[in-house]
Structures are given as C-alpha cells and as structure tokens.
C-alpha cells in the first residue's frame, strides 16, 4: 500500500494518468471470476434461447433420402416399363 | 492494457459460429465474454441476484441480435453496448438512477479497496461507466466511443471529466495512505 501511498501523493496536483489510474483499479478493484453456478445457469440460459433460434434438424432415416427414392422408382417403375 | 482479457480466438471465426447457432461458440461466448460482463455488471447494480439477472437477459439478446449484427465493431463493443441496454432498462424499472442502495463487497477485501468503491459510488453514473469501462474492463476509448454511441473526441473529454472527479473524490480519503 505505501506505493500506492506515494504514486497519490506525486499526482495530488492533478488528474491521473493512464497508467496510474491503471494501477489503481487493478490495486483496489480487483477482477472477481464468475462464479461457476452463474456460468451454468447463463450458458444454460444461452443454449435454450440458440436452441429456439437455430433448432435443430432432426436426422432422417438413412433410407429416406432423394437418391434412394429416384433410384427405388427408376429400378422398380421406370425400368419395367 | 485489458485487466481482464478474453482468450484468444479469431473474432471472425467465432461469428461466423455464433451466427450459425453453433453450440459451443456460445458457450464460449458466455464463458469467455460473460466475465468481462459480469465484472462490469458488478459495479453497476445493487446485489448479485440483479447482476445474474442482467447478464442473462445481455446473452440472450445478442443470441437474438447475432444474425443481424454485422460485425462492423468488435465483439466485446457489441456486447457492452447491449449490457448497458440492459442496465438502463433495470433502472427504468426500479425508476431510479439514485445511487446504488448496497454493495457488492467481496469478503476479505481490504479497508482501502472497500473504501475505493465507496468513493466510485458517489461519482456520477456516466462518469463511473466510463471509467469501469476503461480501467476495470480494459476497453480502449475507441470502444467506449462505440458503446456509447460517442464520437472518440466526446469520449476522451468525459474520461477526462471522469479522472478529474475521482482525482476529487480520492483527495478525501485515505485511500493509500496504510
């Protein structure tokens, strides 16, 4: 605390610089982690709302598909004709 | 300068997941960017439940905002911007913009830190979003200019006007002095 103490001291003239007021907020006003119950709830929050905005496809049937229903038609109607 | 960073990860790619509602771009987002929200969030609402309530509500509109968001500012300025979106409709709706009625001390801080943000609570409210926004978030000016929908020069001048006022603030206390 006696750096900050001083680093005040030699600026009570006039406003902070950049790096002091830096240092200050990085002294006094540490960052806090979000704690991890809050990530939980807002990534679960996010994921329901990207859940509703790009829901997502449901798998199709391997054999239902366009290429295997031309091919079915072409080799069970078309050929015989 | 940033005191609180995110992890490194190309902007572009990102967007380009979040916008095609990539799962684990948004949990990413949230993890990643949510702290800087938080941390913010933290000095300008009254108690935690408010903060967990605004930083959702922030998430959820920018899943809502992504696919018309156009990438013509960073990320983190897109956020921001939607976070104090958020926060003036909270007051709205407590219809205040008095000061913050309790504190979100965290246990074990020392008397000069408790004594910091009490100081930072009597500022005024654009004078103590500027100067989160800068020295606690580490946003450059040119952010902030974009957050607030400023241009750089007004932005320097309320940083200015902003350091000037805690300049103030601080010469009566102790803050320091141990």
Redesign the interface.
Known sequence: ??H??V??ES??S???SEQE??A???????????PPA??S???S???Q??ET??PKKRPQPSWVNGAALQDFFYTYFLKRR | MAVIETKSRSETDLLRELKSGDEQAWSYLSTEYGNRIYNYLRHRLPNLEDVEDVLGETMVAAVRAIPTFDGNVTLTTFLFSLANRKIADFWRRRQTTTELPETLMDAGLSSDSIEFQEVLRRLRPAHLQVLLMRYHVGLGVDEIAKVLGQSYKSTESLLSRARMELRKALDGTHVGDD
């Open positions: 605390m006696a900050m103490s680093m005040i600026t009570r006039g406003a902070f007021l830096q200050l907020f990085r002294q006094y006003l540490p960052a806090q982690p979000v809050l990530t709830r807002v990534t929050l996010v994921l709302e990207v905005r790009w």
